[in-house]
């Protein structure tokens, strides 16, 4: 080989590796290409993850306002309190090995002290995450807090190590009000109970974003990437609750419940008969909204004396059974048996098929036999000749079945489905019920429930349906939304009344509306309903709970609307298991409906119309004396009704007298004593027992003594003088010395049973 020449094989080998090079550096060429082409959004967005923190910025929740624009559910501002575990790392490494400054001891001391959390726990965060950049160590915290939370930041030099972040946190002003319809959200701000959970698409509004850029310990950088996306506000709800009336019904729920000393809770609703707004709907010992993860009383109460170890799975496993049943919206959640009540319903049937009419009489002997079986009527001894009028208001079974034979089983499963009972309701409220009718209906079924028994609806089925008959038969669809709007105050929905079906004629319903009425103001069962000055329809109920465990126990309602000659308002009240004093419809539900209406209508703008009998029998309120003589006091005294005695002293002018001015007593037996002088009243005399006795006796009894009566409850004139009420309780206890002239005041029940829930023999 020639010097200087090269070799075939050499310049073979050459090529190849130019060749393996030239490819190797072209693919890597197109890869690049490729990477800053193709994948370039690919690979810059994982570059900027890497370099930068995506905080969310939540949207403000929508606003729930009720009818009126009192607010239900708002917003205010709290405070996230986070450390940052990789901040304190770096701080502690630049301070060095040495240091006797320890960040981590530091911060878990001084948030244990500020927010009293576990120092053991804010320690193992800032030791044990230090690749985290965000440990949350407590949520919802106050403004207050938060100042000294900054002012440790300041002391303490920790402003890349503890951080606040505001926060918008719901709050519901009313605390427990109307709880089991507003419903509640997670931390989160995701509802998960009642409009919260109903509405969430419309008021969790969208959430906006705050880009930063950060170094590897999450301290900011500048950086072109950072942005800010706003966030959009939830839409706001109008609802029909109003606050006034959600207050009034809440009362009567809890008196009930506390004075019965119910087991399983007490539930209203009360109602707009002509559109279906629900005005106020409540369950009793009800949560408070802004910490729903606390239970109420009575719910701790059944978990501690369970007899579970705390934090055993029975012990848990219970204690979210109870949370879940209270926070439960009985009301339109569980079925019941309605009872008497439901004989609102036969009636309109056999009205509206012209089966019966008001004055054809029938002779109850106490039972009536079907099938075979022999079922009885409330009244066991029979209420002997009564018209069908008085059999619906006296409530006699043997009526109802009769009634129920007359309408046949083809033609009621077709009134019960066009009054709504075979289907939801439609309300706007998450976890609605159904009822339970049994799919084969025979003879004695048919006339078991023609008189309300063994059978179950949800009270949202069973008001609605006593609505229809109020508003003139027509069924609407009940809601609680009325309009949702945007901050800008742009309607974005509107709520229509929702007609279903005419169910029954307008005459109809305006024939057991009279009926129904009669029975409250005159000898029916549903007199404790009565309300002077308006014409309350009402119809109670009692019936025997069937379920496993609750072997005699009973639930008592009542169903009322008002004024019967031009309904507006229809109210339902269901007392389950209730368990002191005489337990029917009439004595656990009935009262507390006339109490509720009795603030209710005249807010709801009803003006009371007074009869002469109820203008007669009202109450009269003393006048001031004070510095009058003798004879002109008894001057005006006379006038209104009272008689005046004097209770010693010397002198021309009264000086002090008892009952005070302004007092309501009752006129037929009011007594004003007068003071003279220097003379004061003395406790002389002892308060008797009144409780039980009838409420002419009571009268006697304080009138004699020479002590005043208030009235409280029924106070119905109409009622004949064979039938009346008596002592419930009494504003003083017996035995207590007062002066002459005090006032008493007594509350005033009827005791009839409405029904015996042990109809078969």
């Known amino acids: 080989m020639e010097k200087g020449s090269i070799s075939t094989s050499a310049l073979r080998r050459s090529l190849i590796l130019g060749i393996a090079i030239f490819s190797v550096f072209g693919l890597l060429m197109l890869r690049i290409l490729i990477i800053q082409t193709v994948d370039f959004e690919k690979y810059q967005n994982k570059v900027i993850n890497q370099m930068t923190t995506e905080s969310p910025v939540p949207a403000d929740r929508g606003k729930i306002y009720d009818r009126n624009g009192d607010v239900l559910a708002t917003n205010i501002t709290t405070y996230r309190v986070f450390i940052s575990p990789s901040g304190i790392l770096a701080a502690q490494n630049e301070a060095g090995a040495d240091s006797k400054t320890q960040y981590a001891e530091i911060i878990a001391y001084g948030l244990q002290q500020t927010l009293g959390v576990s120092y053991d726990d804010v320690y193992k965060q800032a030791t044990e995450y230090t690749e985290y950049l965000d440990r949350t160590i407590k949520r919802k915290v106050d403004e207050e807090t938060a100042d000294v939370v900054r002012q440790f930041i300041e002391d303490y030099e920790l402003g890349t190590m503890v951080y606040l972040e505001a926060q918008s946190t719901r709050y519901y002003p009313g605390g427990t009000l109307a709880a089991h319809m507003i419903g509640f959200t997670s931390s989160d701000g995701i509802g998960l109970y009642g409009l919260e959970y109903q509405y969430n698409e419309y008021l969790k509004g969208i959430d906006g974003y705050y880009i930063t850029a950060r170094d590897s310990y999450g301290n900011e950088m500048p950086y072109e990437y950072s942005s800010y996306i706003d966030a959009v ?66 719910s701790y109460q059944e978990l501690v004396t369970s007899g579970y170890t705390p934090d055993s799975e029975k012990y848990n496993e219970l204690s979210r059974e109870l949370l879940m049943t209270m926070w439960s919206n009985k009301a339109i959640t569980e079925s019941y048996i309605p009872g008497s009540t439901f004989k609102i319903i036969t009636s309109s049937m056999a009205l509206e098929e012209q089966l019966v009419n008001l004055n054809e009489t029938l002779s109850c002997s106490g039972s009536h036999t079907v099938s075979g079986i022999r079922i009885k009527c409330h009244k066991v001894n029979g209420h002997g000749t009564l018209t069908y009028s008085q059999g619906l208001q006296q409530s006699c079974n043997v009526w109802f079945m009769t009634l129920g034979q007359r309408i046949g089983i083809t033609n009621y499963q077709k009134y019960v489905k066009a009054f709504g009972y075979y289907e939801k309701t439609g309300i706007d409220l998450p976890g609605e019920g159904n009822s339970i009718f049994i799919s084969d209906m025979s003879e004695l079924d048919l006339a078991i429930y023609a008189f309300g028994q063994n059978f179950n609806v949800t009270p949202i089925q069973q008001i609605c349906a006593v609505a229809a008959v109020a508003n003139g038969g027509t069924l609407v669809t009940p809601y609680v939304v009325e309009s949702i709007s945007d901050n800008a105050g742009n309607t974005i929905y509107r709520h229509e009344t929702e007609v279903k079906r005419q169910v029954v004629s307008e005459a109809v319903c305006d024939t057991l509306a009279t009926v129904l009425e009669e029975g409250v103001s ?14 309350v329809a009402a119809k109670t109920g009692t019936s025997e709970k069937k379920t496993e465990g609750s072997e005699g126990m009973y639930i008592c309602s009542c169903v009322a609307f008002a004024p019967a000659d031009d309904p507006e308002i229809a109210i339902i009240i269901i007392v389950d298991e209730p368990t002191k004093g005489s337990l029917y419809g009439s004595t656990v539900a009935a009262p507390y409906i006339s109490a509720a209406l009795e603030n209710i209508l005249p807010y709801y703008g009803v003006e009371p119309i007074y009869t002469a009998e109820e203008i007669e029998n009202t109450a009269v309120r003393v006048s001031n004396y004070k510095g009058y003589s003798l004879e002109y006091a008894k001057t005006i005294a006379e006038k209104q009704g009272i008689k005046v005695e004097i209770g010693g002293g010397t002198g ?27 003379a004061e009243p003395t406790n002389e005399l002892i308060v008797p027992d009144l409780v039980g006795k009838t409420s002419v006796a009571a009268n006697q009894i304080l009138e004699n003594m020479g002590l005043n009566v208030q009235i409280d409850g029924v106070n119905n004139p109409f009622v004949s003088e064979h039938n009346v009420p008596y002592v419930f309780s009494q504003s003083i206890a017996p035995g207590t010395a007062v002066a002459p002239g005090t006032v008493v005041t007594l509350e005033f029940r009827y005791n009839d049973g409405d029904e015996e829930p042990d109809y078969l023999s």
């Open 522 to 535: 005159g000898d029916g069962g549903a007199k404790n309903a009565y309300v002077a000055g308006y014409r």
């Open 652 to 678: 021309d002018r009264v000086t002090s007298q008892i009952p005070p001015a302004g007092t309501e007593i009752d006129k037929d037996s009011g007594v004003v004593v007068l003071y003279f002088g220097n």
């Open 233 to 298: 506000s939830g839409y706001n709800l109008t609802t029909t609750i109003d606050t006034t009336i959600q207050n009034f019904l809440e009362e009567q729920l809890e008196a009930t419940v506390t004075e019965t000393e119910a087991q399983n809770r007490a539930c209203g609703i009360v109602m707009n008969v002509k559109t279906g707004a629900v005005l106020a709907m409540a369950t009793s010992s009800p949560f408070d909204l802004n910490d729903p993860w606390t239970m109420d009383a009575l």
